[in-house]
Protein backbone atom coordinates (compact mmCIF):
# COMPACT_ATOMS: atom_id res chain seq x y z
CA UNK A 1 0.00 0.00 0.00
CA UNK A 2 1.56 3.51 -0.88
CA UNK A 3 1.76 6.90 1.33
CA UNK A 4 0.59 10.17 0.29
CA UNK A 5 2.45 12.84 2.31
CA UNK A 6 -0.17 15.53 2.26
CA UNK A 7 1.22 19.17 3.83
CA UNK A 8 -0.15 22.37 4.33
CA UNK A 9 1.18 25.52 2.47
CA UNK A 10 3.45 26.93 4.93
CA UNK A 11 6.01 24.84 4.26
CA UNK A 12 8.65 26.73 1.84
CA UNK A 13 9.36 23.54 -0.29
CA UNK A 14 11.38 22.82 -3.01
CA UNK A 15 9.99 22.44 -6.28
CA UNK A 16 11.16 18.85 -6.65
CA UNK A 17 9.49 18.32 -3.04
CA UNK A 18 6.12 19.87 -4.11
CA UNK A 19 6.04 17.75 -6.78
CA UNK A 20 6.06 15.07 -4.72
CA UNK A 21 3.31 15.30 -2.25
CA UNK A 22 -0.20 17.27 -1.99
CA UNK A 23 -0.44 20.81 -0.62
CA UNK A 24 -3.42 22.26 1.07
CA UNK A 25 -3.49 26.28 0.80
CA UNK A 26 -4.26 28.52 3.09
CA UNK A 27 -4.99 32.30 2.53
CA UNK A 28 -3.32 35.29 2.98
CA UNK A 29 -4.97 38.76 3.05
CA UNK A 30 -4.10 42.34 2.62
CA UNK A 31 -6.80 44.43 3.64
CA UNK A 32 -10.02 43.84 1.26
CA UNK A 33 -7.54 41.63 -1.26
CA UNK A 34 -7.54 37.85 -0.25
CA UNK A 35 -4.92 35.46 -2.04
CA UNK A 36 -4.08 32.00 -2.58
CA UNK A 37 -0.17 31.71 -2.33
CA UNK A 38 1.13 29.48 -4.57
CA UNK A 39 -1.98 29.96 -6.67
CA UNK A 40 -2.69 33.47 -7.35
CA UNK A 41 0.38 34.84 -5.43
CA UNK A 42 3.82 34.06 -5.56
CA UNK A 43 6.84 35.09 -3.16
CA UNK A 44 7.79 38.05 -4.70
CA UNK A 45 4.19 39.40 -5.28
CA UNK A 46 3.76 38.74 -1.68
CA UNK A 47 7.35 40.54 -0.38
CA UNK A 48 6.26 43.53 -2.82
CA UNK A 49 2.70 43.67 -1.24
CA UNK A 50 4.39 43.62 2.57
CA UNK A 51 6.65 46.47 1.53
CA UNK A 52 3.70 48.06 0.15
CA UNK A 53 1.67 48.12 2.87
CA UNK A 54 1.55 50.09 6.09
CA UNK A 55 -0.33 47.20 7.96
CA UNK A 56 0.72 43.29 8.47
CA UNK A 57 -1.45 41.33 6.29
CA UNK A 58 -3.33 38.24 7.86
CA UNK A 59 -3.48 34.66 7.29
CA UNK A 60 -6.38 32.02 7.54
CA UNK A 61 -6.12 28.35 8.10
CA UNK A 62 -7.12 25.92 5.60
CA UNK A 63 -10.56 24.58 6.41
CA UNK A 64 -11.05 21.26 7.44
CA UNK A 65 -12.90 20.43 4.06
CA UNK A 66 -9.72 21.53 2.15
CA UNK A 67 -7.77 18.50 3.72
CA UNK A 68 -11.18 16.32 3.49
CA UNK A 69 -11.10 16.86 -0.50
CA UNK A 70 -7.22 16.37 -0.50
CA UNK A 71 -7.55 13.50 1.88
CA UNK A 72 -10.36 11.44 -0.62
CA UNK A 73 -8.61 12.37 -3.85
CA UNK A 74 -5.47 10.55 -2.19
CA UNK A 75 -7.63 7.66 -1.00
CA UNK A 76 -9.57 6.96 -3.88
CA UNK A 77 -6.12 6.44 -5.53
CA UNK A 78 -5.85 3.89 -3.55
CA UNK A 79 -3.20 5.33 -0.92
CA UNK A 80 -2.90 6.11 3.03
CA UNK A 81 -2.04 9.21 4.23
CA UNK A 82 0.01 10.86 6.62
CA UNK A 83 -0.79 14.73 6.51
CA UNK A 84 2.11 17.21 8.27
CA UNK A 85 0.70 20.52 9.70
CA UNK A 86 3.01 23.34 11.00
CA UNK A 87 2.41 23.66 14.76
CA UNK A 88 -0.67 23.75 16.21
CA UNK A 89 0.27 26.51 18.77
CA UNK A 90 1.17 28.87 15.22
CA UNK A 91 -2.07 28.32 13.64
CA UNK A 92 -5.78 26.02 13.79
CA UNK A 93 -4.57 24.38 10.34
CA UNK A 94 -3.40 21.15 12.61
CA UNK A 95 -7.03 21.14 14.41
CA UNK A 96 -8.60 21.51 10.88
CA UNK A 97 -6.62 18.49 8.89
CA UNK A 98 -7.60 16.06 12.52
CA UNK A 99 -11.58 16.88 12.46
CA UNK A 100 -11.18 16.17 8.32
CA UNK A 101 -9.19 13.11 9.11
CA UNK A 102 -11.76 10.86 11.16
CA UNK A 103 -14.09 10.99 8.68
CA UNK A 104 -11.37 8.12 7.61
CA UNK A 105 -10.42 6.10 10.28
CA UNK A 106 -7.47 4.17 10.17
CA UNK A 107 -6.24 5.39 6.31
CA UNK A 108 -5.52 8.94 7.24
CA UNK A 109 -2.78 10.23 10.17
CA UNK A 110 -1.90 13.91 11.22
CA UNK A 111 1.21 14.69 12.77
CA UNK A 112 1.73 18.26 14.47
CA UNK A 113 4.99 19.02 12.93
CA UNK A 114 6.12 21.43 15.63
CA UNK A 115 7.31 24.36 13.66
CA UNK A 116 7.14 26.05 10.22
CA UNK A 117 8.26 27.09 6.74
CA UNK A 118 11.60 25.84 5.87
CA UNK A 119 11.72 23.80 9.04
CA UNK A 120 8.42 21.86 8.34
CA UNK A 121 9.70 21.59 4.45
CA UNK A 122 12.62 19.58 5.79
CA UNK A 123 10.89 17.20 7.95
CA UNK A 124 8.38 16.72 4.74
CA UNK A 125 11.44 15.38 2.63
CA UNK A 126 12.35 13.02 5.70
CA UNK A 127 8.71 11.89 5.60
CA UNK A 128 9.41 11.25 1.94
CA UNK A 129 12.60 9.12 2.17
CA UNK A 130 11.04 7.20 5.13
CA UNK A 131 8.32 6.33 1.77
CA UNK A 132 10.98 5.59 -0.62
CA UNK A 133 12.50 3.05 2.40
CA UNK A 134 9.06 1.55 2.14
CA UNK A 135 7.33 2.70 5.33
CA UNK A 136 4.21 2.10 6.19
CA UNK A 137 1.98 4.73 7.51
CA UNK A 138 1.85 4.05 11.60
CA UNK A 139 5.93 3.37 10.87
CA UNK A 140 6.40 7.00 9.19
CA UNK A 141 4.21 8.75 11.57
CA UNK A 142 6.16 7.45 14.54
CA UNK A 143 9.67 8.28 13.04
CA UNK A 144 8.08 11.78 12.49
CA UNK A 145 7.28 12.35 16.19
CA UNK A 146 10.34 11.60 16.96
CA UNK A 147 12.14 13.11 14.44
CA UNK A 148 10.15 16.81 14.87
CA UNK A 149 12.26 17.28 18.46
CA UNK A 150 15.38 17.30 16.10
CA UNK A 151 14.64 20.27 13.73
CA UNK A 152 15.99 23.45 14.48
CA UNK A 153 14.85 26.68 12.76
CA UNK A 154 16.87 29.66 13.37
CA UNK A 155 16.77 32.95 11.68
CA UNK A 156 18.47 36.28 11.25
CA UNK A 157 16.25 38.97 10.86
CA UNK A 158 17.71 42.04 9.24
CA UNK A 159 14.88 45.02 10.62
CA UNK A 160 13.05 45.06 13.54
CA UNK A 161 10.23 47.55 11.65
CA UNK A 162 8.18 44.02 11.28
CA UNK A 163 8.61 42.67 14.54
CA UNK A 164 7.62 46.12 15.63
CA UNK A 165 4.11 46.08 12.93
CA UNK A 166 3.63 42.51 14.42
CA UNK A 167 3.67 43.69 18.40
CA UNK A 168 5.90 41.49 19.00
CA UNK A 169 8.46 44.11 19.85
CA UNK A 170 7.76 47.91 21.29
CA UNK A 171 8.23 50.95 18.60
CA UNK A 172 11.16 52.03 20.98
CA UNK A 173 13.12 48.97 21.08
CA UNK A 174 12.37 49.10 17.10
CA UNK A 175 13.91 52.56 17.28
CA UNK A 176 16.87 51.79 19.48
CA UNK A 177 17.51 48.57 17.59
CA UNK A 178 18.04 50.33 13.96
CA UNK A 179 19.40 53.24 15.57
CA UNK A 180 22.53 50.55 16.83
CA UNK A 181 22.19 48.81 13.23
CA UNK A 182 20.87 45.69 15.76
CA UNK A 183 20.60 42.32 14.01
CA UNK A 184 18.79 39.60 16.52
CA UNK A 185 18.86 36.03 15.84
CA UNK A 186 15.34 34.61 16.40
CA UNK A 187 13.59 30.66 16.94
CA UNK A 188 10.46 29.47 16.85
CA UNK A 189 9.65 28.07 20.18
CA UNK A 190 6.42 27.06 22.11
CA UNK A 191 4.38 28.81 18.98
CA UNK A 192 6.43 32.08 19.93
CA UNK A 193 9.48 34.22 18.24
CA UNK A 194 11.91 34.29 20.64
CA UNK A 195 15.13 35.73 20.43
CA UNK A 196 18.08 34.13 21.13
CA UNK A 197 21.00 36.95 20.39
CA UNK A 198 21.57 39.98 19.14
CA UNK A 199 24.64 41.76 17.30
CA UNK A 200 25.71 44.68 15.21
CA UNK A 201 26.00 44.36 12.23
CA UNK A 202 26.12 42.05 9.53
CA UNK A 203 29.16 39.98 10.00
CA UNK A 204 28.60 39.66 13.91
CA UNK A 205 25.37 39.06 13.28
CA UNK A 206 26.32 36.09 10.47
CA UNK A 207 28.87 35.17 12.99
CA UNK A 208 26.23 34.90 15.88
CA UNK A 209 23.98 32.80 13.45
CA UNK A 210 27.30 30.34 13.06
CA UNK A 211 27.48 29.82 16.86
CA UNK A 212 23.70 29.97 17.63
CA UNK A 213 23.68 26.77 14.84
CA UNK A 214 26.61 25.00 16.92
CA UNK A 215 25.09 25.62 20.08
CA UNK A 216 21.50 24.21 18.99
CA UNK A 217 23.32 20.74 18.56
CA UNK A 218 25.23 20.81 15.27
CA UNK A 219 23.93 19.73 12.27
CA UNK A 220 23.31 16.60 11.09
CA UNK A 221 24.16 16.09 7.31
CA UNK A 222 22.82 12.77 6.83
CA UNK A 223 19.15 14.57 7.35
CA UNK A 224 17.83 17.39 5.03
CA UNK A 225 18.68 20.36 5.03
CA UNK A 226 17.09 23.59 3.59
CA UNK A 227 18.33 27.41 4.22
CA UNK A 228 15.63 30.17 3.45
CA UNK A 229 15.70 34.53 2.34
CA UNK A 230 13.01 36.63 2.77
CA UNK A 231 12.34 39.75 0.37
CA UNK A 232 13.32 40.09 -3.31
CA UNK A 233 16.95 39.51 -3.08
CA UNK A 234 19.18 36.36 -2.04
CA UNK A 235 22.10 39.10 -1.27
CA UNK A 236 22.52 38.52 2.32
CA UNK A 237 22.02 34.79 2.63
CA UNK A 238 24.56 34.64 -0.06
CA UNK A 239 26.68 36.70 2.09
CA UNK A 240 26.08 34.66 5.18
CA UNK A 241 26.91 31.32 3.17
CA UNK A 242 30.20 33.16 2.59
CA UNK A 243 30.94 34.22 6.04
CA UNK A 244 29.75 31.00 7.50
CA UNK A 245 32.08 28.66 4.40
CA UNK A 246 33.61 26.79 7.46
CA UNK A 247 30.51 24.90 8.49
CA UNK A 248 29.62 23.75 5.39
CA UNK A 249 32.69 23.02 3.42
CA UNK A 250 33.54 19.38 3.55
CA UNK A 251 29.94 18.41 4.81
CA UNK A 252 27.47 18.63 2.12
CA UNK A 253 27.64 18.93 -2.00
CA UNK A 254 25.55 21.98 -1.99
CA UNK A 255 23.56 24.29 -0.31
CA UNK A 256 19.44 23.92 -1.01
CA UNK A 257 17.91 27.52 -0.47
CA UNK A 258 14.11 28.21 -0.84
CA UNK A 259 12.64 32.13 -0.65
CA UNK A 260 10.67 31.89 2.74
CA UNK A 261 7.03 32.23 2.60
CA UNK A 262 4.02 34.35 4.05
CA UNK A 263 3.26 33.01 7.53
CA UNK A 264 7.04 33.86 8.54
CA UNK A 265 7.62 36.87 6.39
CA UNK A 266 5.01 38.62 7.79
CA UNK A 267 6.50 38.94 10.77
CA UNK A 268 10.40 39.13 10.20
CA UNK A 269 10.26 41.16 7.13
CA UNK A 270 12.80 41.41 3.57
CA UNK A 271 16.68 40.73 4.72
CA UNK A 272 16.15 37.97 7.01
CA UNK A 273 18.24 34.61 6.60
CA UNK A 274 17.10 31.52 7.67
CA UNK A 275 18.36 28.19 8.66
CA UNK A 276 16.68 24.61 9.33
CA UNK A 277 18.06 21.33 9.83
CA UNK A 278 18.27 18.49 11.82
CA UNK A 279 20.26 18.32 14.91
CA UNK A 280 22.98 16.26 15.38
CA UNK A 281 22.23 13.06 17.49
CA UNK A 282 23.59 12.96 21.42
CA UNK A 283 25.60 9.61 21.42
CA UNK A 284 26.39 8.07 24.67
Known amino acids: MAVTIVVDSTADLL ?8 IVPLTIRFGEDEYIPGVDMDPHRFYELLVESSA ?23 DDVVCLTCASKLSGTYQSAVIAAEEFPGKVWVVDSGTIAI ?7 YALSLVDRGFGPEEIVLQLLRKREDVRLLALVDTLEYLKKGGRISPAVAFAGGVLNIKPVITIADGEIAVLGKARGSRQANNLLVQEIQKAGGVDFRKPLLLGYTGLSDALLRKYIADSAQLWE ?6 PVSIVGSVVGTHV ?3 AVAVAFFAEEKRL
Open 56 to 78: LPTTSQAAPYAFEKVFREALEAG
Open 119 to 125: GLAILTE
Open 269 to 271: GPG
Open 15 to 22: EQVKARVK
Open 250 to 255: GNCESL
